[in-house]
């Protein structure tokens, strides 16, 4: 693999993912069928060790073709041993999840233990209630917020915040509320559709700190204001760094320590 890498960095010539042996799916398994034969006996679909190339070890890609056997195997090497109602919960909202994106990360798996972990689906801890946003040419862009905390009886909090613009006003006052040190690290903004009335959908990465270390999360919504889109956006990926923390503190009960 290293000489691979190294003759395509002299050549300029890029190496296929699809290539045998040092292409970076040579290794990688999607398939339902292949990924549980693979588990069962790795000399089933691979006829050499990936070590013997230079790679650690195969890859398992989990994504909609994904069998239980396989989410297992993921869980486990996660550090998570959810059984019965809980583990049935996991994989309801794996399969949701893996319709929608060709490929679930390790975020994603700790984003959904966290919530199958959580009793009432009802329901996240913010919902974001009312958003107004004031700006102008020649004064600063302002935000109120309204959230309903669900781990603070439900209670409303209002907020006002300025700003470098409605998002990033709206953000400070989500974050007044709530308390969060997160940040936004990506801020991606589309088009859905044409025209001065376009629907935007807006994705954001969150970055937090949990026990010492950076933890991640994706939020995402879609609204004709862009300013609401990002807030809402916002506070949905506030909502599953709270299932990350309840995933980490479940990890923590069954093998002693709660490092993500």
Known sequence: MTASRLLSTITGVS?????????????????????????????????????????SK?????????????????????????????????????????????????????????????????????????????????????????????????????EVAHGNGGVDAGVLAVKKITGTTASIESFKLTAITGGSDAVAEVHVTVVDQFEGREIRAYGSSANIDVSIAGIHSFVDALNKLEYIKIAGGYRREINGNGQI
């Open 58 to 158: 195969s890859t398992l890609v989990l994504g909609k073709h994904s069998g239980r056997h396989a989410v297992m195997d993921k869980l486990t090497s996660l550090g998570f041993d959810l059984q019965g109602d809980e583990l049935d919960r996991f994989f309801r909202l794996f399969k949701a999840l893996a319709d929608s994106k060709k490929e679930v990360f390790d975020e994603d798996i700790m984003v959904l233990v966290g919530e199958s972990l959580h009793r009432d689906d009802a329901e996240r801890r913010y919902r974001v209630e009312n958003v107004q946003i004031s700006t102008g040419m020649f004064s600063p862009p302002m935000a109120m917020v309204t959230i309903k905390d669900r781990a603070n009886g439900n209670h409303e909090v209002f």
């Open 15 to 55: 190496v296929q993912p699809n290539k045998a042996v040092v292409g970076s799916n040579a290794f990688a398994h999607e398939s339902g069928i292949h990924q549980d034969g693979l588990l069962k006996n790795a000399m089933t679909y691979e006829i050499m060790l990936p070590e013997d190339v230079g790679i």
